[in-house]
Each structure stands twice: as structure tokens, then as C-alpha cells.
């Protein structure tokens, strides 16, 4: 089945900067790849996705980028604020014996200094 | 608004008890899911149901029990057989098995034994 590793765990960058976050995953015939945000004490927000036939997506300070041949997907995020330190969970659609699950990572901790 | 409701917030579990965590969609989705998370671990599927009055077992099901006997409802027990409970539990649903593209999460249960 599917699994997904990302890295870092824990990530510390000062306000204005960019941060990325890198997950690689296993099975060739995932399709989908969904980045959330958790705040402390909250269930996990969506925050950007990207499915198989693009390389690259963009909301405004957020970006993902996916790379097939190597299965591995980003997270950019660029001018970090405070506001953005969070868990980051990249995750991807699990194929054949976890049939239709999102497999998660294990989740960066993001720090922003003001 | 549509969303995913789960209750209580905080719950306290007495060694030997039984207790239930409550889950409820209001999005018309077909599919949901329990993951049980840990610091460092990510998150980790307990159960999951495709469709109304059908259910699997995901990664840790041991301990735990659900039941799916409504669309928009899909709670978890957990048995004195699960020996270290403690943790955040966190519910979610998607629109069909075979569309995970809306992944939307509730707000979680933080369940501790004392």
C-alpha cells in the first residue's frame, strides 16, 4: 500500500521568509495530493491540492509542487507570518490495499518568529 | 453552513469504561473515516465506512468499535479493550469512496484517561 515520509519535522523560519515542507510517497498510481493545516487544538484544514496531471499550483502565498517521476510533492510557503505557524500534513490517495484513503504524513511543525 | 460536528470536546474515560465519541455530517457526503492522533505519529485510520450501514477496519482497529446505521452519522466507541486510549480523535468524510477530493474534518475529540 501507499506511505507517505515527510520531512522536516519540525521547521523554525523568522516572519518574511519562505518555508518547505517535502513529502515523498510510494505507489506510482496515486493521483491526488492534499496539503492541510492544523492549528492547535483544531481538526486539519485544507489548504491547497494538486492532482497527477499538473506540476504545479499556486494560492496566492501557498504553492505545491509534484514531481511524478520521483514521487515527491512541496509545499511553499513564501513572506511566512505568524499567523502560519501551524502542523502541516501533506497526504496522498492510498491505491489498492487502502483502496480510496488518504495516507498522511507525519505532520511538520511549523514555527514563524516575529 | 455544511461541516462536520463532533462532540464532546474534552471527554474523560475511567479505566474499564466504554465511551463514545460523536460524529455528524451535515455535507451529503457518502464516506467516513475515525483516525486517532498522536504527538509524532500523524494520523492513523481506525475505521472507515464507504456507505450507510457498511464499515472496515483501517490501520489500529483493536479496541474500538462504529457503527453506521445513518448517512449522517458515524460514532465511535471505545472499549476497555483499547489500553492506551488517550489521545485526540479526529472524524472525517468525503463526498464517495471513490472521491476523496472534498476531505473535510471535524474538529475533534480530545479523550484522556484518568
Known amino acids: 500500500g501507499e506511505n507517505v515520509e515527510q520531512h522536516p519535522s519540525t521547521l523554525s523560519v523568522q516572519e518574511g521568509d519562505s518555508a518547505v515542507i517535502k513529502c515523498t510517497y510510494s505507489?506510482?498510481?496515486?493521483?491526488?495530493f492534499p496539503w492541510y493545516k492544523q492549528e492547535l487544538g483544531k481538526g486539519p484544514q485544507l489548504i491547497i491540492d494538486?492532482?497527477?496531471?499538473?506540476g504545479e499550483k499556486k494560492d496566492q502565498r501557498i504553492a505545491v509542487t509534484l514531481n511524478k517521476t520521483a514521487k515527491h510533492f512541496s509545499l511553499h510557503i513564501t513572506e511566512t507570518q505568524p499567523e502560519d505557524s501551524a502542523v502541516y500534513f501533506c497526504?496522498?490517495?492510498?491505491?489498492?490495499?487502502?483502496?480510496?484513503?488518504?495516507?498522511f504524513g507525519k505532520g511538520t511543525k511549523l514555527s514563524v518568529k516575529p | 453552513d455544511g461541516g462536520i460536528t463532533q462532540s464532546p470536546k474534552y471527554l474523560f474515560r475511567k479505566e474499564g469504561q466504554n465511551v463514545t465519541l460523536s460524529c455528524e455530517q451535515n455535507?451529503?457526503?457518502?464516506?467516513m473515516y475515525w483516525y486517532r492522533q498522536d504527538p509524532g505519529q500523524g494520523l492513523r485510520l481506525i475505521y472507515y465506512?464507504?456507505?450507510?450501514?457498511?464499515?472496515q477496519k483501517g490501520d489500529i482497529a483493536e479496541g474500538y468499535s462504529v457503527s453506521r446505521e445513518k448517512k449522517e452519522s458515524f460514532p465511535l466507541t471505545v472499549t476497555s479493550a483499547q489500553k492506551n486510549p488517550t489521545a485526540f480523535y479526529l472524524c472525517?468524510?468525503?463526498?464517495?469512496?471513490?472521491?476523496?477530493?472534498?476531505?473535510?474534518f471535524g474538529s475533534g475529540t480530545r479523550l484522556t484517561v484518568v
Open positions: 472525517a468524510s468525503s463526498p464517495s469512496w471513490e472521491s476523496n477530493y472534498g476531505y473535510t
Open positions: 505507489d506510482s498510481a496515486s493521483n491526488y
Open positions: 494538486i492532482r497527477s496531471n499538473v
Open positions: 497526504a496522498a490517495i492510498g491505491y489498492g490495499g487502502s483502496q480510496g484513503n488518504l495516507i
Open positions: 455535507l451529503n457526503h457518502d464516506a
Open positions: 465506512s464507504q456507505i450507510v450501514n457498511d464499515f
